[in-house]
């Protein structure tokens, strides 16, 4: 990864495309944003989401931010906008097996990847949620908090969002006990007391402690919830 070209600045009150302004302004365009739902999550799949916007009016969409500061049904309307107006975009998706093979961190980023592989329009640069994901073959940067700041990046972590929130929902008509209805697979009292009364699904991702104690892995320690937090 790298850094804003020479002399790109962008200013903190610049709004949510004010990264995108500053690279346009350097000839850098199409722009792809990527990012992931589910990464803390111990029941469910990893989804990881690319997108480009195109410029102009365009590609500013209404109501557009956080995907985690959105309520459900904003998350919704954006996310149709988002697929209506994208130049490119694309979804994928990670079973928790693949996760506990590869473990959380090499899943995430090698989802990155592959979302990124799958547009259809090739990006001239690449705008990442937190760290770096290298390997993406054109120059990009790690955006802190980036889904708060950069459009592209939002506009995958609502694509991202929404599509695990709306697979936790079918996996809830399979599994009622869990209530993944309401906590789609994150760590809760409600998710833990079911996990202790009815034991792990097959969707529940072994690399997680919480879930190999209810397994009775003698290894699983009483603190840390991942197997790797990187």
């Known amino acids: 990864m790298s850094e804003l070209p020479r002399g790109a600045t962008v200013r903190r009150d610049a709004g949510l495309y004010g990264y995108e302004r500053a690279l346009r302004r350097h000839g850098l365009t199409p722009i792809a944003g990527v990012d992931e739902a589910g990464r803390g999550a111990c029941a469910g799949p990893l ?53 506990d093979r590869l473990g959380m961190h090499v899943a995430n980023v090698a989802a990155l990847r592959r979302a990124l592989a799958r547009l259809d329009v090739r990006p001239s640069y690449v705008l990442t949620d937190g760290f770096p994901v290298d390997g993406l073959g054109v120059p990009g940067l790690a955006v802190w908090k ?20 709306r697979i936790m929902v079918g996996e809830h008509e399979r599994y009622p006990d869990y209530d993944f ?6 760590i ?11 034991g792990a699904t097959p969707i529940h991702r072994r690399c997680f402690v919480n879930v190999r104690r209810v397994l009775g892995d003698n290894d699983a320690t009483e603190t840390g919830v991942l197997e790797e937090t990187r």
Do not use: F, M, N
């Open 47 to 99: 989804v990881a989401a690319a997108a480009i916007l195109p410029d102009g009016d365009r590609g500013v969409v209404p109501g557009l931010a956080d995907s985690k500061l959105l309520t459900a049904a904003a998350r919704e309307r954006c996310y149709d906008q988002v697929v209506r107006r994208a130049l490119s975009w694309s979804v994928v998706v990670v079973p928790p097996g693949e996760c």
């Open 146 to 165: 980036g889904d708060r700041v950069s459009a592209c990046i939002a506009a995958a972590s609502v694509l991202a969002k929404v599509t695990r929130d």
């Open 181 to 186: 209805l309401t906590h789609k697979g994150y």
């Open 188 to 198: 809760t009292p409600t998710h833990t007391e079911a996990l202790e009364r009815h």
